[in-house]
């Protein structure tokens, strides 16, 4: 019984131990898949616990097991883990160690989080690497990407293990046969990327698993593949810009539907695209080449192209060039060791 | 004179030559600077030039130099700069060159025009790698984030030339002196990230450049810096990335938005926020580890911490673990080598 138990750090996250006590509570009343307060095991300083619930109407029955210390948002996971040996999320791993719980939620400090499970649970049999997966669900169509982060230094052997854990995670809980596994990259070819890309392809391909080979950006929101595997820093990177730019398109989308309210109109989409179109650049500028280099998008119409033509205009008459060669000169402190 | 003239690959792109050619008399009539035909060499396929200025009002006096092939969107550029000696990318870079032409513009296959300009031109003095510039303007406050794929091979001395590069392309064409120079990585801390990252980071902090430091995804759209470096795979990723995310959200927002037009009311925006709302899933799992663990954003709200609970309870009761560790000793073609 207390392995299907879920041990909650209660104490880490912005709006702790509020919106996780809260969060429990919504967990034993959901219309499908309702849980037992007693398969909820709370992990926090139990005197703010009881005094949410005092405030709250009562806790209904959910285990609670005293963690004195919390670990910080901002602190450094390796050293906190260190310095704070009674932490709420050490609390949680020692609580899966002892059969007390057998999962644990945690909204806190990512790489405490990380670091706490992987050094107290150690991997599953045959695992190299754990890795962070998220499912984006956006499309009507879930995407499991990993590693978003929990693993930097990846070796193609560790991504094809994502590959496998994430077809397992796909089929065991979404349904999915044979999830078809990408590889992030940045070209179809097998010969694209880095070293880490060609050889992880290669090992992906042989491997058994539904290999759907490269993908990219817009592949993920096509839906062309189940499970789409990298290594942690780009993982990372590409988790938090995806962040950043929904939740800055999201505020731009309800300001502009806010602003056109009164006087609904059509005309909100064609303020919207102006605003968010994020190839109204017009071009790239290849920097650093002898001569002045504008490279568009291969699907510019004549706006676009007009306004690279802009671009190249202004480059030349501003001199960028020159003032890159007097830049790299007076910045020159990597100019020692070969390029 | 023709150093201040734009070669034009009137061939390169998807809706060539016509976007092309109307992307160049576009240009002719901006309010703001307007670009005489003149200063306009139109490469390409003349006949094809000449038809559409047929049915289009006439050539209004652009120069056109002839180019008889074309490298197609998908070909390998290394291969298609060989085989194809007359194309038109070729022709620009040619006319640089020839001195007939200071800039070039393209919107056909990004490979080839970084591959015919870099072994054309070669680089700018002082200049180990070029790099690609795209200046983000969506929220208001201009971005320059380089290189978005020129480099996949990037050295420290490289991101620290990109951030020289990139701060006197922003203070020329955007009057932005001193930009402040961001390091894309995965954490604040100088320690954070690849090996690339760390040593980037020393040699910038050490530059003289307005360095500000790493930034992430979310930093970027709070305008955290004006340049922000990254080698040229992760600048690749990231681009197309945001790409597909900004494509995705607001075909996601009008298809909403014209769903509610009838009837409108502040309904679209809860529709809109459900739909497009990343952090729905809950959690992310931390696939790999001897227990089942969710790690959830430090920002979540009660309904986000049900979900994870939820999310938790799921993956015990579907026995996601024992399938992982079934899973990877099925396909175990990685384990000869050594982790």
Request: proline content about 3%.
């Amino acid at each position: 019984m207390t392995k299907s138990r879920i041990a909650l750090d209660v104490m880490g996250g912005d709006h702790a131990p509020g919106a996780l006590l809260e969060g429990a509570l919504l967990a034993t009343k959901r219309e499908e898949r309702a849980l037992s307060p007693d398969s909820i095991l709370l992990v926090g300083d139990e005197v703010a616990i009881q005094a949410w619930f005092d405030a709250n109407g009562g806790n209904p029955g959910f285990p609670v097991q005293h963690a004195s210390e919390v670990i910080e948002m901002d602190e450094s996971p390796a050293k906190a883990l260190r310095a704070k040996r009674d932490s709420s999320i050490g609390g949680c791993v020692k609580a899966i160690r002892a059969g007390d719980a057998g999962a644990l939620v945690c909204m806190g400090n990512t790489g405490a989080c990380v670091g706490a499970s992987t050094l107290g649970l150690g991997t599953l049999e045959g695992v190299r690497r754990p890795g962070i997966a998220i499912t984006l669900r956006m499309t009507g169509h879930p995407v499991t990407m990993l590693d978003m982060g929990a693993n930097i230094a990846s070796k193609p052997e560790h991504l094809l293990q994502y590959g496998v854990m994430g077809s397992v995670f796909m089929r065991d809980l979404f349904d999915v046969k044979e999830a078809r596994v990408g590889l992030l990259n940045i070209g179809e070819e097998p010969s694209k990327g880095t070293d880490l890309c060609k050889d992880s392809h290669a090992l992906l391909a042989d491997s058994g698993l539904n290999f759907v080979g490269n993908v990219e950006g817009p592949d993920i929101f096509r839906s062309a593949a189940d499970v789409v595997v990298t290594d942690g820093y780009t993982g990372n990177i590409t988790l938090k810009l995806m962040e950043g730019l929904s939740g800055f398109l999201m505020k731009t989308v309800v300001t502009e539907i806010q602003a056109h309210k009164a006087d609904w109109s059509g005309d909100v989409i064609g303020a919207l695209q102006r605003n968010t179109d994020y190839s109204e650049y017009g071009g790239a500028l290849l920097l650093g080449v002898n001569g002045t280099v504008v490279i568009g998008h291969g699907r510019s119409d004549g706006t676009a192209v007009s306004n690279a033509l802009d671009l190249a205009g202004r480059a030349l008459q501003a001199d960028v060039n020159a003032h890159i060669v007097e830049g790299c000169a007076a910045f020159a402190s990597g100019k020692e060791s070969a390029s």
